[in-house]
């Protein structure tokens, strides 16, 4: 089946640097979503990116989609304690339920 | 949050006994799923169901079957349960292929 390369496994960060987390797939994708899952919790929506090259900002978090439709960040600025989780994407590869691969995503650990 | 409910939320069976997850949904969403997620390996599809008695297999199929007689139930069955299938197991709705996953709290289930 297909797969998406998610790295890194883990980042630690002390309160107000910043973060990325890097997904890639060996095929073109039709769409990727982000999500995320804090400690104990389930996985919850964040954005989905469908077009080449789009990028779109949620407050402190920047989405990007690459230009051949194989790659995707997500980048936070000046990370906060309420950003501790583990950020997953999720790439779509066609039209079927089961074409949607999980990456096996990043946990995001911010020191205060 | 969708409405989504996940029972039980705990689970400890023996090995070779049957298993009955239950997911139950007020949204009417048309597709539910149910996903593994076990550490490293992200969130990995076990089955899907695209309507009432449609359903198909995901990635990790094996060892689980599923059915659903309601649009709002989506039942997962560990026919024999092994110490493989110890795992956390999220069911998650959309309305579509393309739309969004809403999770619903999952279910810790451990086989000793």
């Known amino acids: 089946g297909q797969q998406v390369m998610q790295i890194p496994q883990y980042q630690h960060v002390q309160e107000g640097e910043d973060f990325t987390t890097y997904c890639n797939s060996s095929?073109?994708?039709?769409?990727i979503q982000w999500y995320k899952q804090r400690p104990g919790g389930h996985p919850v929506f964040l954005i989905q990116?469908?077009?080449?090259?789009e990028v779109k900002k949620q407050k402190r978090l920047t989405f990007q989609f690459g230009e051949a439709k194989k790659n995707s960040s997500l980048h936070i600025t000046a990370t906060q304690t309420t950003d501790v989780g583990t950020y997953f994407c999720?790439?779509?590869?066609?039209?079927?339920?089961?074409?949607?691969?999980f990456g096996s995503g990043t946990q995001l650990t911010v020191l205060p | 949050d969708a409405g989504i409910t996940q029972s039980p939320r705990h689970k400890v069976t023996e090995t070779g006994t049957p298993v009955t997850l239950r997911c139950h949904q007020t949204?009417?969403?048309?597709?539910m799923y149910w996903y593994r997620q076990d550490p490293g390996h992200g969130l990995r599809l076990i089955h899907y169901?695209?309507?009432?008695?449609?359903?198909d297999k995901g990635e990790v199929s094996d060892g689980y079957s599923v059915s659903r007689s309601k649009t709002e139930d989506f039942l997962l069955t560990l026919e024999s349960a092994t110490s493989s299938q110890t795992s956390v197991y999220f069911c998650?709705?959309?309305?579509?292929?393309?739309?969004?996953?809403?999770f619903g709290n999952g279910t810790r289930l451990t086989v000793t």
């Open positions: 949204e009417n969403h048309r597709y």
């Open positions: 999720a790439g779509r590869y066609g039209g079927s339920a089961r074409q949607l691969t």
């Open positions: 998650a709705i959309s309305e579509s292929t393309n739309s969004p996953l809403h």
């Open positions: 095929t073109t994708l039709s769409n």
């Open positions: 169901s695209y309507g009432v008695k449609d359903t």
């Open positions: 990116l469908v077009k080449s090259g």
